[in-house]
């Protein structure tokens, strides 16, 4: 099975023993992992604190910037786990969610948690995503 690992040149470093994405060979398709992501600029600084819209576009940016390294797309994602620490801004997440998901409609879970690692980001995705090899 071959890996390879996804870091885009202008992120943020990670902060400790992991990727902020990885891609399988898994035959005549590639699956690609991206690690839950924060809005945290490359500095290490939290982007736009208490605005769940902004740090949710922020986030899906750096997951589209992942999946390119990776020769993939949002339209690849199948699975989506978003992290919030107030479940009450759902409905503004979930806008900006179904923007950029609006063709893979991939399976997805919204759960509410008391934060993330990084004080001031208050939203983290992770996905998984397919791409059949060309």
């Known amino acids: 099975m071959k890996k390879t690992f996804l870091s885009p040149a202008d992120f943020t470093p990670t902060?400790?023993?992991?990727?902020?994405?990885?891609?399988?060979?898994?035959?005549?398709?590639?699956?690609?992992?991206?690690?839950?992501?924060?809005?945290?600029?490359?500095?290490?600084?939290?982007?736009?604190?208490?605005?769940?819209?902004?740090?949710?576009?922020f986030v899906f940016q750096n997951i589209r910037a992942i999946l390119q390294e990776g020769g993939a797309s949002l339209d690849d994602v199948v699975k989506a786990v978003i992290y919030v620490i107030d479940i009450s801004k759902f409905s503004e997440i979930s806008a900006i969610r179904n923007k950029y998901f609006s063709n893979s409609k991939p399976v997805s879970t919204l759960v509410e948690i008391s934060k993330t690692v990084k004080e001031g980001c208050d939203v983290e995705i992770e996905v998984v995503a397919i791409k059949s090899k060309e």
């Open 15 to 57: 902060m400790g023993s992991y990727s902020h994405g990885v891609k399988i060979d898994i035959g005549d398709s590639e699956m690609i992992f991206v690690t839950g992501q924060i809005a945290m600029d490359k500095e290490g600084n939290a982007v736009a604190p208490g605005d769940f819209t902004k740090q949710t576009e």
